[in-house]
């Protein structure tokens, strides 16, 4: 079984076939790209810092070709079934969330900042306390 799973995979891996193309296009293309930047910065921070010194065809052939190899891996990883039925999924479900309206996160922006100040405010004078309180029975020597 795992044979015939490994076979597919390579074998959808060498597809240039798209897999439902119309369906979860937002979150198959911030994939892709993410994926892609992903491929052609390491393919440059390659060719900036290990090949320097080397010659012209190896300092640029090798880090393209990484990259484009990169790229594409990217484009059939998006086209895979099982993970673009995830991302197909995973869009479909964000469609379904209640977004906050601005006034909302606006108050609730309010309270956790007044929240934090208020804490803040109670550990410095438990701090100042808790230093004067050492300070006076001789464990702290400022």
């Known amino acids: 079984m795992s044979q015939n799973t490994d076979s597919t ?9 798209l897999y439902k193309w119309a ?3 937002l979150a198959r293309r911030l994939t892709g790209v993410a994926v892609a930047a992903v491929a052609l910065l390491g393919a440059w921070s390659l060719q900036a810092t290990f090949l320097v010194d080397s010659s012209g065809a190896v300092k640029y052939g090798v880090p393209g070709a990484i990259g484009l190899i ?22 479909s479900e964000v469609e379904k969330v209640h977004w906050p309206d601005r006034a909302h996160v606006h108050r609730a922006t309010v ?3 007044v929240t934090m100040l208020l804490m803040g405010g109670f550990l410095f004078v438990c701090d100042m306390v808790w230093q004067y309180v050492f300070t006076a029975v001789g464990f702290l020597q400022l």
């Open 70 to 91: 990169g790229l594409w891996t990217g484009f059939r990883i998006i086209n895979h079934a099982r993970f673009a039925e995830f991302l197909i999924s995973t869009e």
């Open 111 to 113: 309270v956790v900042v």
């Open 9 to 17: 995979f390579v074998a959808d891996l060498m597809s240039s076939r």
């Open 23 to 25: 369906q979860g296009r």
